[in-house]
């Protein structure tokens, strides 16, 4: 309706898996090169999870455009089959010739699986490349993975004859990791979790869907985009149903521009969102139904939208105004008590009970400004950070650069260096949250001369996954040049490697310029990351890591045990 009018050739926003809307954010095209690497691998099964929106299908079917040639592939975008029908759906994706049984129709689940493999071996034989995907992977039965598990039994002296890959959402992890799956989980190559858009990116992936679709440039306001990405939380397909239907108030109201105000009308319209306020289990029951019954076909979306709501917004007001008096007063003692910087004043280590909330002892002095927080993280390199100049500007010119990511309590750890966590209050307000060190459930908070640690759990209450944090980039990446450095890309690279031989187990090839880039490959492969052989940001931070190089890390001594009260102890981090 609203095309003509913003001089649009095609709806802009549309949730069909498109691939030329697709969006290639970092997190995107490294789930994109875990699909190609399927293509290319050994056999075994591949992992692409992501919660209800995230754009898992639409990464596939960028990918089926990009398939590599002698390449077959069988796609099952219905998994909900007993094992003998998903043998027949597969034999029937690949065009495998079989004869049925004329009396009951069907063969027998051997009878597929024979024919499967004569498939296979011919296609092998022709040099092809034979991949199984099967999307939401998440709704197959045990029994059914139980038989892909045995497709994969299918192999030459050389390889295996069947690569599948799994798209599923979160859920897929979980049955993964039941005991009676354990076989199938120890064959999984590779996996990726693909995560929502950053706010950044948002703004990004708004601006990128109107070019593709004829607009020279975007038409939503600053405070209009931060509005989108605040109630979708960068999900796009939320993303999509809230900027369609805005930019329909928008042609209604004759304005060519989307302002924020119609980023608010289109919320309350299409996913029901009410101003903010106290969400009890009543409201978010009756949002849950209405949403289900209006808009089904998104439905996981929009319980994704929910539960972030719930998750800002749910906890009661009797939580947050319960405070720990003393403790506060203890705080914000010390904090106007500092010592000099030749003389700091002890580390105190304050060890939460899991049982008490977070709330209690309340954001606003607990997390920091973005100015304090990153004064807090550029100590852990000791650098003093002043802010005449931007905290990233200042890390490259110190040598150092900016990271900034969004995912888990894993992906932090695997990167290994200190962070700023974005957290949101209960009103939806960011905070900001030095973290300096990651146990299995522990987490250490740097506050100016203190250190305090608290659980996870605690702070997952507030934290939706955003952090950045500080890096060492390669000489040749570096804004600073320091003595006896090697300033040549390849020259570093091959370096780094022979140094990286002597201290992993890891079977490299011979240390030459001509094997530099299958070497890479084999070492990110052993530290779980992408295995593209591409030197990226990922990869250098884990070089730096395995070389036990200078820098700052989160794996330092933690308390392993959450004990039930505050502790006492002095115990050196």
Request: charged residues 20%.
């Amino acid at each position: 309706m609203y095309l003509d009018y913003f001089g649009l050739k095609a709806a802009p926003f549309s949730i069909a898996p498109d691939p030329r809307y697709l969006f290639m954010s970092e997190r995107h095209k490294e789930a994109l090169a875990h699909l190609l690497y399927g293509v290319t691998g050994q056999g075994g099964f591949v992992l692409l999870t992501g919660e209800v929106g995230t754009g898992k299908t639409t990464v596939c079917r960028c990918f089926l455009e990009q398939i590599p040639d002698k390449t077959e592939i069988a796609f099952i975008v219905n998994p909900k089959l007993t094992a003998r029908e998903l043998l027949a759906a597969v034999c029937d994706e690949f065009k495998v010739e079989i004869t049925s049984n004329p009396q009951s129709g069907w063969l027998s689940v051997k009878e597929y699986t024979d024919a499967l493999n004569q498939y296979l071996l011919r296609e092998y034989e022709r040099g092809h490349h034979t991949v199984l995907i099967i999307d939401e992977a998440q709704n197959l039965s045990i029994d059914v993975l139980e038989q892909l598990r045995l497709l994969t039994n299918l192999e030459t002296s050389e390889k295996k004859l069947l690569q599948i890959i799994l798209l599923g959402q979160p859920e897929l992890l979980t049955l993964l990791a039941k005991p009676e799956l354990r076989q199938l989980s120890q064959r999984v190559t590779a996996r990726y979790h693909l995560s929502a858009l950053s706010k950044a990116e948002t703004a990004q992936y708004l601006a990128f869907r109107l070019s593709v679709a004829g607009m020279s440039r975007a038409n939503f306001t600053p405070s209009a985009t931060a509005k989108v990405y605040k109630l979708s939380q960068g999900i796009p397909r939320l993303i999509n149903l809230i900027a369609d239907r805005a930019m329909l108030g928008a042609y209604a109201a004759d304005s060519t521009i989307v302002e924020a105000v119609y980023i608010k009308a289109a919320a309350k319209e299409v996913l029901g969102q009410q101003e903010p306020g106290p969400v009890t289990a009543h409201t978010h029951s009756t949002r849950f139904t209405w949403l289900s019954a209006v808009l089904s076909g998104a439905a996981g979306g929009l319980m994704l939208l929910l539960f972030a709501v719930v998750f800002k917004l749910g906890i009661t007001q009797e939580a947050r105004e319960a405070k720990s008096a003393a403790y506060i007063a203890n705080n914000q003692q010390n904090r106007e008590g500092k010592t000099s910087e030749t003389n700091p004043a002890p580390v105190s280590e304050v060890l939460l009970s899991g049982n008490q909330s977070f709330d209690q002892f309340n954001l606003s002095w607990l997390a920091l400004g973005r100015s304090e927080a990153y004064q807090s993280l550029f100590k852990q390199w000791h650098l003093d950070w002043q802010e005449d100049n931007s905290p990233c500007d200042f890390a490259l010119n110190s040598g150092l650069d900016c990271l900034e990511h969004k995912g888990n309590w894993r992906s932090l750890r695997q990167l290994n260096r200190p962070a700023i966590l974005t957290l949101y209050d209960t009103d939806g307000a960011i905070k900001y949250l030095p973290v300096v060190g990651v146990s299995d459930q522990a987490v250490t908070v740097a506050m100016g001369d203190q250190e305090l640690i608290f659980s996870r759990d605690q702070i997952d209450r507030h934290w939706l996954g955003e952090f950045t944090l500080i890096w060492q980039p390669p000489p040749y990446r570096s804004a600073v040049i320091r003595p006896g450095q090697i300033m040549d890309k390849t020259a570093w690279l091959v370096d780094t490697m022979r140094q990286l031989q002597s201290v992993l187990d890891v079977r490299f090839l011979e240390n030459t310029e001509a094997n530099l880039k299958e070497n890479i490959k084999r070492f990110q492969a052993a530290s779980g990351l992408v295995a593209d052989g591409i030197p990226g940001q990922m990869t250098v931070i884990q070089f730096n890591t395995a070389l036990n190089k200078a820098v700052p890390r989160l794996d330092r001594k933690l308390i392993s045990e959450i004990k039930p009260k505050i502790s006492d102890s002095q115990e050196a981090l």
